[in-house]
């Protein structure tokens, strides 16, 4: 069984009185370590994947796995435990704190959880972080001080900051330039090979796609390809 795990996944809505499917049926495996695209066009169904994967969402039937454990028999404590500490989140706004700076908008997650850090080790990890995103010299400044790139590479070292093993991100170059969008895309690729963190995302962001070492396609809710290329991409190649 890898680190995720889809089985017969069906996820429905209701607009109304109608029901509408989201979700047909998916079955799929993500091992630790992949850097994995779920790619599809709008409606495909790929964010409603990465939010039942998120576990902020539930399957209307089949089964979703993290690390071995059937999520649906969780209770919410539970769940609220697995999200803060096995998942991270990178989103296409970011979502950062306006009124913290860089160094305590990384922090933030640390404080929410029940894990108990030392001080001098949860600032040696948090200035790590930074300085594996860049922004060593930035670290005071507030999210309104900082470029797009900047935010997006504070949301990064924010969702690793519990050391999670799987990392997803919701078309996090989306609102990016397309030169800073690689060098995200170049971060991410080098931080999933160095901490071996699996990193999962939706994206119509072709670059990323072709950077994926296991590529899956979605369309109208079915996953039309499933594959792993034989090599692992690397960053800029």
């Known amino acids: 069984m890898g680190i995720v795990e889809l089985r017969e996944v069906r996820k429905n809505y209701h607009l109304g009185k109608v029901e509408v499917p989201a979700v047909k049926g998916?079955?799929?495996?993500?091992?630790?370590?992949?850097?994995?695209?779920?790619?599809?066009?709008s409606g495909s169904g790929k964010t409603t994947i990465l939010n039942m994967i998120g576990l902020v969402d539930q399957p209307s039937s089949g089964e979703v796995f993290i690390d071995g454990k059937p999520t649906s028999a969780l209770k919410?404590?539970?769940?609220?435990?697995?999200?803060?500490?096995?998942?991270?989140?990178?989103?296409?706004?970011?979502?950062?704190?306006?009124?913290?700076?860089?160094?305590?908008?990384?922090?933030?997650?640390?404080?929410?959880?029940?894990?108990?850090v030392g001080r001098d080790e949860k600032a040696g990890w948090i200035d790590h972080l930074i300085e594996e995103v860049g922004l060593t010299e930035w670290k005071r400044h507030k999210p309104n001080e900082l470029s797009g790139g900047q935010r997006q590479r504070v949301a990064i070292a924010r969702a690793l900051v519990t050391r999670p093993q799987i990392v997803l991100a919701d078309e996090p170059t989306a609102n990016l330039d397309s030169a800073t969008g690689?060098?995200?895309?170049?971060?991410?690729?080098?931080?999933?090979?160095?901490?071996?963190?699996?990193?999962?995302?939706?994206?119509?962001?072709?670059?990323?796609?072709?950077?994926?070492?296991?590529?899956?396609?979605?369309?109208?809710?079915?996953?039309?390809?499933?594959?792993?290329?034989?090599?692992?991409?690397?960053a800029g190649a």
């Open 26 to 41: 998916v079955s799929f495996s993500i091992e630790k370590g992949d850097f994995i695209s779920i790619a599809g066009p």
């Open 76 to 116: 919410d404590a539970e769940l609220t435990r697995l999200r803060h500490e096995t998942l991270g989140f990178i989103f296409q706004s970011f979502n950062l704190i306006p009124v913290l700076n860089v160094w305590e908008n990384i922090e933030f997650p640390l404080l929410l959880g029940a894990t108990r």
């Open 182 to 234: 690689e060098q995200i895309i170049e971060l991410m690729k080098k931080i999933n090979r160095e901490l071996e963190t699996t990193f999962i995302f939706s994206t119509h962001d072709a670059k990323i796609v072709d950077i994926a070492d296991h590529i899956i396609r979605l369309r109208d809710g079915l996953v039309t390809e499933n594959s792993r290329r034989a090599e692992p991409a690397t």
